[in-house]
C-alpha cells in the first residue's frame, strides 16, 4: 500500500453506531492528521496525534497510533448523519527531512450515516 | 476561530490562460502550503514555502506554476499557461510551525476548457 493509505474505503453505519476508519503508512512520520471533507468542500482538521503518542481524543474521537505497525485508527462514537463525509489521514516527515511539514494523504475512507 | 480563506471560490479558465489562485493564510503562521486535489484523486502536495522562499516542491510543480507572498498576507499560486490536466481543487494551507497543526482553506476549484 502506499503512504497513508486508508481502510475501508467506503463505511455505511446506521446513526448512534461507532464507526472506525484505519490508515497505514510506510516511512517514519513526525505526526500523523485526521482530516474531514465533505463532499465538494475544504479540509477540516480533526486530530494531530505525534510519533510519540499512542492515542488522543477529541470529543467524539479517538485516534491511535501503532508506529510499529506503521498503522492509526480513527473512531467516531455515537455517530451522526452531521458525520456523513470522507476521512483522510495525512502523515508529515520527521524533523531534519526533507519531507518534514509536508502532509502525504491516502485516498480517504467514505462515511455514511443512514439516519 | 482563524481560517485560512482561498479566493476565488470556482474559476473557469481557457486552456493556455494565466490563473493567480490567491490565499490569505492565518496571520501568525509561517508555513505556507499549496495542495491540489483532481476530482475523485488524493490530495496531493504541491509545494511549500517558508522565509519568503519554496523550501520543498513535488515534480507536479514544474516551471509553469509559481508561488509569491506579495506582501504580509497574501499567498499566491500562478499557473502560467493551464492546460485542461490542471483542472482541480486547490487547496492553500499553513501551520505556525513545523511539525504543528496544518489547517486548510476551502479550496479554488479551477477548471480548465
Sequence with gaps: ??????????????????????????????????????????????ILIRSNEREKHSGR?????????????LLITASRAADTASYFCATAGRAGGTSYGKLTFGQGTILTVHP | EPEVTQTPSHQVTQMGQEVILRCVPISNHLYFYWYRQILGQKVEFLVSFYNNEISE?????????????????????????????????????????????????????????
Excluded at chain 1, 503508512?25 to 482538521?45: E, F, M
Excluded at chain 1, 474521537?61 to 485508527?73: E, H, M, N, Y
Excluded at chain 2, 513535488?58 to 499557473?79: A, H, W, Y
Design chain 1, 1 to 46: 500500500s502506499q503512504q497513508g493509505e486508508e481502510d475501508p474505503q467506503a463505511l455505511s453505519i446506521q446513526e448512534g453506531e461507532n464507526a472506525t476508519m484505519n490508515c497505514s503508512y510506510k516511512t517514519s512520520i513526525n505526526n500523523l492528521q485526521w482530516y474531514r471533507q465533505n463532499s465538494g468542500r475544504g479540509l477540516v482538521h480533526l
Design chain 1, 61 to 73: 474521537l479517538r485516534v491511535t497510533l501503532d508506529t510499529s505497525k506503521k498503522s492509526s485508527s
Design chain 2, 57 to 113: 516542491k513535488s515534480e507536479i510543480f514544474d516551471d509553469q506554476f509559481s508561488v509569491e507572498r506579495p506582501d504580509g498576507s497574501n499567498f499566491t499560486l500562478k499557473i502560467r499557461s493551464t492546460k485542461l490536466e490542471d483542472s482541480a481543487m486547490y487547496f492553500c494551507a499553513s501551520g505556525s510551525w513545523e511539525g504543528n497543526t496544518i489547517y486548510f482553506g476551502e479550496g479554488s476549484w479551477l477548471t480548465v476548457v
